[in-house]
């Protein structure tokens, strides 16, 4: 059984940052593929960020490109969501969808197997 389990949720002022973690237990040889996704009170769901532990591309939306970045920690496979300059419009519940492979559209949520319980993000000031 694959747990995931996300963290770095908080409250920070405008402008401020987040590191976001999400680490996936339960695959051998820690290699799987990771997509951030928030849903704010009232919003529909949209997607983050994406991006796998054994390398390659990464891939951020455009409402956040520039300020968030996928970094990737080779030696111990894992993924961080670092977010900076926050505005209150990213206030959301942050959700983790982890899966053995990238699907080959990394923003579909049906892509993605297994999802953590999510972790809240509040900007404001």
């Known amino acids: 059984q694959v747990l995931v389990e996300e963290s770095g949720g908080g409250s920070v002022q405008p402008g401020g940052s987040l590191t976001l973690s999400c680490v996936a237990s339960?695959?051998?040889?820690?290699?799987?593929?990771v997509a951030w996704f928030r849903q704010a009170p009232g919003k529909e769901r949209e997607e983050v960020a994406a991006?796998?532990?054994?390398?390659?591309?990464?891939f951020v939306a455009d409402p956040v490109s520039g300020r968030f970045t996928m970094s990737r920690d080779n030696a111990k496979k894992r993924l961080h969501l670092q977010m900076n300059s926050l505005k209150p419009e990213d206030t959301a519940m942050y959700y983790c969808?982890?899966?053995?492979?990238?699907?080959?559209?990394?923003?579909?949520?049906?892509?993605?197997?297994?999802w953590g319980q999510g972790t809240q993000v509040l900007v404001s000031s």
């Open positions: 991006g796998c532990t054994g390398g390659g591309r990464t």
């Open positions: 339960g695959y051998s040889d820690d290699n799987y593929c």
């Open positions: 969808a982890v899966d053995q492979t990238q699907p080959r559209l990394w923003w579909l949520a049906d892509g993605y197997h297994y």
